[in-house]
């Protein structure tokens, strides 16, 4: 008899054991932290220049509506600042910073979202580097641009890309690259006549052989053509806070031969302003159409020494512009 309540009091007291973890358990999982809606945004440009102050704004959680905000910022700020807005000065030197927000709340998993920012110099030969200089420039009197041009045949060719403001898009939408890389432009917005400096133009099929031909010494080509080899020879082994721009190939060596200094910058979707190619094409509009609907271009890709043509619609993509005069020489 007392060894059958033995057995009974350890059965009960198994199951008062089994009862209170099965409760510690549960009490777990209802305090256990939810999730939030939303995803993290904030508006900083990818490139900022070197010392520049920049102020930004995260928001986009939905739920909980109270949260708070911190920031961190690789190498700018040891600790974080703890704020919705923040206005911090990028340091005076180039690199590339981590630039964090972070949200919280109490009985929620915290967010977090992050981005790249590069500091640049626009300075010549500083942040940008390994393009042939030039001895001819000519100033934009609507902005007091001065751009490099160097001849070839009987044309004067830009020889950086149009960074006009008045229409298109700067690179990734950061304000700070235009002077460098140019902006980009629909063929709708780079034909309009006064996109480039008075006296310039963006060049046609017919100018663009023109440069095939100076470029291939002396033997004429087509516009419709890949142009062998041509790729080689207008582009610029070019480096971007002394990080190579157009990645190695055997088969494209930059050897930039008359300083047209052709930069992989890609292009940009019109609807979305999503930026592609970066690194590894180089697009340049024609002004002359292919039908009412497309024009043409021409592009380098980093793995192949040609010129290629290509053709889209006008108002697909956004592609760069290299403005074109006929040397005064010849008139």
Not at 71 to 100: A, H, N
Not at 158 to 186: I, K
Request: with cysteine; hydrophobic share 35%; glycine share 6%.
């Amino acid at each position: 008899m007392q060894l059958t309540q033995y057995f009974r009091w350890v059965a009960l007291t198994a199951m008062v054991l089994l009862s209170l973890l099965s409760c510690k358990k549960t009490e777990e999982e209802e305090v256990k932290p939810d999730s939030m809606s939303g995803t993290i945004v904030f508006d900083v440009p990818y490139y900022v220049l070197k010392g520049e102050t920049v102020t930004m704004t995260a928001s986009g959680v939905i739920y909980p509506k109270e949260v708070a905000y911190r920031w961190f910022i690789s190498s700018v700020y040891p600790d974080s600042l703890s704020r919705r807005t923040i206005t911090v000065q990028f340091p005076d030197s180039l690199g590339v910073f981590t630039v964090t927000a972070q949200a919280s709340a109490s009985g929620f998993y915290s967010a977090s979202t992050s981005r790249l920012v590069t500091t640049i110099d626009t300075a010549r030969g500083t942040s940008l580097s390994g393009l042939k200089p030039s001895e001819f420039q000519i100033e934009d009197e609507r902005d007091g641009h001065v751009y490099d041009y160097v001849t070839a045949g009987d044309l004067d060719w830009f020889s950086q890309n149009l960074s006009w403001q008045g229409e298109g898009v700067p690179f990734r939408s950061s304000p700070a690259t235009a002077d460098m890389f140019g902006s980009f432009y629909t063929w709708e917005e780079a034909t309009k006549g006064d996109i480039c400096p008075e006296g310039w133009r963006v060049p046609t099929n017919e100018d663009w052989a023109s440069l095939a031909a100076v470029l291939n010494n002396g033997t004429p080509l087509p516009f419709v053509d890949n142009w062998a080899g041509l790729g080689t020879k207008a582009s610029a082994d070019a480096y971007l806070n002394e990080n190579r721009m157009w990645p190695y190939s055997p088969d494209n060596t930059h050897t930039n031969d008359i300083g047209w200094n052709a930069l992989p910058m890609g292009y940009t979707f019109t609807n979305t302003l999503d930026f592609s190619g970066l690194n590894s094409y180089g697009c340049w509009w024609s002004a002359t159409e292919k039908d009412d609907a497309q024009a043409y271009y021409r592009y380098i890709w980093y793995d192949r020494g040609d010129f290629p043509m290509a053709y889209t619609g006008k108002d697909d993509m956004r592609a760069s512009v290299r403005c074109v005069r006929t040397h005064p020489q010849s008139w």
